[in-house]
């Protein structure tokens, strides 16, 4: 079945430092991924949703130069959290949809906690 | 807005069925999805419905009224490892649609002994 690996699984780092989470489709070519963010007790919001070669679209809210999005291939997404702040303490998730998969196609990698001290 | 609403937590005994209600605006409709969230980790697939009707896979029933903008999430022969989140997510349709899944903020099932 469709897996995605996303690294690393957990991160601490110091505030005003950035932080970049990997997210990899291992055994199919994902056109479109998607980073959501999940805070304690509440769902998955949806922050940003990128294409292969090209930029990301984001969600209303959500600071595109804080949260640099590269989709360089159609294996591989990362997500940069840049400056990172107290306030960026979250659970991040990925999500990868496969090339003309319609019903089952997002697969979701195992997530990222992210800690700012 | 794309509101989903569903109950914040519900609690049921091991060895019973229990009915996870999911209510969502129904314009531009394209997919319901049911996932499962243990704590910390990463959602998994549990069902999808496009049409009206029930899909039934194992202990795991789904059924979905387009026109009632509803969906529930039957669990039968509830085991202590169904304790979790389940979350109810929605496909909607907007032009050349990426496919975004706009989540509801999830059900916490406690199933008790």
């Known amino acids: 079945g469709a897996v995605v690996s996303q690294h690393p699984s957990r991160v601490i780092c110091k505030s005003g430092t950035s932080v970049k989470i990997e997210c990899r489709s291992l055994d199919f070519q994902a056109t479109t991924m998607f980073w959501y963010r999940q805070f304690p007790k509440q769902s998955l919001m949806l922050m940003a949703t990128s294409n292969e070669g090209s930029k990301a679209t984001y969600e209303q809210g959500v600071e595109k130069d804080k949260f640099l999005i590269n989709h360089a291939s159609l294996t591989l997404s990362t997500l940069t959290v840049t400056s990172a702040h107290p306030e960026d303490s979250s659970f991040y998730i990925c999500?990868?949809?496969?090339?003309?998969?319609?019903?089952?196609?997002?697969?979701f990698g195992s997530g990222t906690r992210l800690t700012v001290v | 807005g794309q509101n989903i609403d569903q109950p914040t937590e519900m609690t049921a005994t091991e060895g019973a069925i229990v009915q996870i209600n999911c209510t969502y605006q129904t314009s531009g409709f394209n997919g319901l999805f049911w996932y499962q969230q243990h704590a910390g980790e990463a959602p998994t697939f549990l069902s999808y419905n496009v049409l009206d009707g029930l899909e039934e896979k194992g202990r795991f029933s789904s059924f979905l009224s387009r026109s009632k903008g509803y969906s529930y999430l039957l669990l039968k022969e509830l085991q202590m490892k169904d304790s979790a989140s389940y979350l109810c997510a929605v496909r909607f349709r907007e032009g050349g649609s990426q496919g975004n899944l706009i989540f509801g903020k999830g059900t916490k099932l406690s199933v008790k002994p």
């Open positions: 999500s990868a949809r496969a090339t003309g998969v319609f019903n089952y196609g997002y697969t």
